[in-house]
């Protein structure tokens, strides 16, 4: 979201309830409540129906399915979430572009290091200059409560990164 608003971007995001909306808002973005609105209705509210031109599926599974409904005509999807079997259909019909995000690559095939540096490099750049908030989870974990801190994540109620301390 936070990158997104900083390169322009007018920016809409889905959270679970009021302590994620709050924060999806205090970050510069629409909030948009997933639990009490249908994809439809906030399509609808928001882009007149036509749909949003980029979406990031950060969920994956059969959420893929939401935000390929959730875009518009010849839209892109980027997600970090792929690992799934998901109809395909209304992806071909509406003409999406669906980008596959596993930022190891480079790392993990030798596979154009130096582009993935200068990406980190720019970000870094951003992070230094202030326009980035690290969001954290209340919740800390040890190393021997790893379990834990899966559950939490898995559970859906954190909101940021969740921390285990070594």
Known sequence: MQL?????????AT???EP?????????ATGINYRTETVSDYVDLHTQGAG????Y???????????????????????????????LTTAHFKGLSLHVVFMLIPMLHDHQREQ???I??????IV??????????????????????????ASGQAMGKVVISI
């Open 4 to 12: 997104a608003k900083y390169f322009g971007s007018k920016v809409f």
């Open 15 to 17: 959270g679970g309830g």
């Open 20 to 28: 994620q909306l709050a924060l999806i808002e205090k970050l510069g």
């Open 52 to 55: 949003f031109d980029l979406v």
């Open 57 to 87: 599926d950060s969920i994956g599974g059969a959420n893929l399915l939401n935000s390929f409904n959730a875009a518009a005509l010849n839209g892109q999807i980027a997600t970090t979430v792929s690992m799934a079997e998901v109809d």
């Open 116 to 118: 993935h540096g200068k």
């Open 120 to 125: 980190l490099a720019h970000i870094a750049n």
């Open 128 to 153: 230094d200059e202030g326009h980035l908030t690290p969001i954290v989870d209340e919740q800390e974990f040890a190393l021997e409560d790893t379990g834990k801190a899966h559950d939490r994540l």
